[in-house]
């Protein structure tokens, strides 16, 4: 059986597109470092679940995470790359077509 790898579940919100985190009192906040560190497979998947049946969240699923003093970092550069802000915001040739 393989070793569970801590996580944190995120989602798009279906509203404004951003990238949240679930946090840890059950709220969804925009930044990482906010997220539930969840260390136990049955309790991500639980957490997983619910989100699955929230109609206002898009694609939640679960990423592997690292505690760290200023809490939970990116595993993957994925990740690391969605906490840095909105992709649905213009840009390079996006911008260009809307001057």
């Given amino acids: 059986?393989?070793?569970?790898?801590?996580?944190v579940l995120t989602a798009?919100?279906?509203?404004?597109?951003?990238?949240?985190?679930?946090?840890?009192?059950?709220?969804?906040?925009?930044?990482?470092?906010?997220?539930?560190?969840?260390e136990d497979e049955a309790i991500a998947e639980e957490r997983l679940a619910e989100a699955v049946a929230d109609i206002a969240l898009v694609g939640?699923?679960?990423?592997?995470?690292?505690?760290?003093?200023?809490?939970p970092q990116p595993v993957h550069f994925r990740e690391a790359f969605?906490?840095?802000?909105p992709s649905n915001y213009f840009h390079g040739k996006q911008e260009a077509g809307h001057a």
């Avoid at 919100?13 to 560190?37: K, Q």
């Fill in 60 to 71: 939640p699923y679960l990423a592997d995470a690292i505690p760290s003093p200023e809490g």
């Fill in 1 to 7: 059986m393989a070793r569970f790898h801590p996580k």
């Fill in 12 to 38: 798009n919100a279906l509203a404004s597109g951003e990238v949240i985190y679930r946090t840890a009192d059950g709220d969804w906040c925009g930044e990482h470092s906010r997220a539930e560190l969840i």
């Fill in 82 to 85: 969605r906490t840095r802000g």
